[in-house]
């Protein structure tokens, strides 16, 4: 049933580009039959906007805008969550086609057409959307699944969760768990001890299993006593609590294999995220070049010397790297803390990411560059260099890592940002144990649009100086 839905969200893709190409049409008749904008000289005889390669330029910038925002993705998503990502992958797909039409030179073209395009294709996507819902569910609810989920705790609760959000071909009976206790509204059919004959009462399709790790020898009993019963058996894996994010099944010669350790982007995300970083930071630090020359120069008279500083930190897959950073601080910034009564062996040894609010360590200029943040510039380089990604967890250094817990060390699993969760949310003021969360949470589900987002919310929360010292 599964894999039947995916089949179905991989034809919703053609389907979604075919309609936007039917948009297309639809916009230039309309342009052509409603008396709104410039009127048309038709004395000439039919007019036409749409060419081969118009055609070839809107499906390449809407099948972009799909796969970077990801409503067709394999996953379910809640009704609502995938909307909005349709409606973002439409504003996406047209501001791509107009970049395209800029590049291909194409001067000529009618603005009352893309205005009928644009919301031609809105309506028929969340059309499509609802209609199709409304279709799998009539489709497939003569073919249901009844379904039972034996677990315990947040993980069957999920579980339920999803069911009852996505219910195509399936319906959920009700559950069994250890302790008896309810799993939320689900009615308890009775006893673990009794799965067999709860099964054959209530004609059981599908058993789904999803018990923490720790019950791994209750999982192997409950499978063999369902060996004789025409039941399928799926059980949803909590191995190390799932501290590994992007876990994936495959099949080794008919060993299953469970990979704990995926990416968490795949290669053409990857792909993605890396060509968007070396476009953006190249221009950044052209467009940037002034004021980081006017930085240097500052920091230079101030009192001489040197203008960048370099720290080592710790990137993608616990790798170190240097750090550029405009120099904030006095020259003798660490010898200074003896003097201020400060122990950095004891002050580590209690919060690695502890910073001082009011450092008298850090110069006027310095004091500047921090509240607008721009020391960071010099990381620009880094991202060029592909150390670092515009948008990413914040880059720690040794030591900070050194305190992380197995579960943490997740954050590690993509390239440092100049930007990214922490800095959107409070910068300096987050506590370690917040900031990693944000972190972790940004990973799991990161998509492209995400990094945009936090880069547009990256503006406001520079201006607003909060957590910036």
């Not at 062996?345 to 609010?357: G, H, P, Q, W, Y």
Request: net charge positive.
């Amino acid at each position: 049933m599964l894999s039947l839905l995916q089949r179905f969200r991989s034809a919703f893709l053609v389907i979604d580009l075919l309609l936007v190409l039917l948009s297309l049409r639809g916009g230039e008749f309309l342009r052509t039959c409603v008396t709104l904008g410039m009127p048309l000289d038709i004395g000439a005889g039919p007019i036409t906007w749409l060419t081969p390669r118009i055609y070839l330029a809107a499906l390449f910038s809407w099948l972009v805008a799909f796969l970077i925002t990801g409503p067709h993705e394999a996953r379910a998503l809640p009704a609502r969550r995938t909307c909005r990502r349709l409606a973002t992958a439409n504003l996406l797909g047209l501001l791509a086609f107009l970049s395209v039409l800029f590049f291909l030179k194409v001067t000529d073209f009618s603005r009352g057409l893309v205005a009928y395009t644009f919301c031609l294709s809105l309506v028929l996507l969340m059309l499509r959307q609802l209609l199709t819902a409304a279709f799998l569910d009539k489709l497939l609810r003569p073919f249901a699944q009844r379904i039972l989920i034996v677990g315990e705790g947040e993980m069957g609760s999920q579980l339920a969760d999803q069911i009852y959000a996505h219910p195509w071909g399936m319906q959920l009976v009700g559950a069994l768990t250890p302790n008896n206790v309810d799993l939320d509204d689900l009615p308890t059919l009775g006893k673990l001890t009794d799965l067999p004959n709860v099964v054959r009462a209530h004609r059981i399709d599908q058993v789904l299993i999803a018990l923490p790790a720790k019950r791994h020898q209750l999982i192997g009993e409950l499978v063999l006593r369902l060996q004789t019963l025409p039941v399928r058996i799926h059980v949803i894996p909590d191995l190390l609590g799932l501290t590994m994010s992007h876990a994936c099944v495959e099949d080794f010669f008919g060993i299953p294999l469970i990979g704990l350790r995926e990416p968490p982007i795949g290669s053409l995300g990857r792909l993605y995220k890396r060509l968007f970083d070396i476009a953006s930071s190249a221009l950044a630090l052209l467009v940037t070049s002034p004021v980081m020359l006017a930085c240097m120069l500052a920091i230079r008279l101030y009192d001489g010397g040197p203008v960048f500083f370099r720290q080592k930190r710790i990137g993608e897959n616990g790798r170190p790297f240097d750090m550029f950073k405009f120099r904030s601080m006095v020259v003798d910034a660490e010898s200074r803390l003896k003097s201020l009564g400060i122990d950095r062996d004891r002050l580590d040894s209690e919060d690695a990411a502890f910073k001082l609010k009011n450092d008298p360590r850090i110069t006027p200029v310095g004091r500047f560059l921090r509240r607008w943040s721009l020391d960071e510039l010099p990381q620009l380089f880094n991202v060029l260099r592909g150390d670092m990604s515009l948008v990413g967890p914040r880059p720690e250094e040794a030591k900070v890592v050194a305190r992380y817990s197995f579960f943490h060390r997740k954050r590690l699993a993509l390239k440092p940002g100049l930007t990214g969760p922490m800095q959107v949310n409070g910068r300096g003021d987050l506590p370690l144990k917040k900031r990693l969360s944000l972190e972790l949470a940004y990973i799991d589900q990161w998509c492209f649009w995400t990094d945009i987002k936090i880069l547009f919310r990256t503006i406001p929360a520079v201006i607003s100086g909060r957590g910036a010292y």
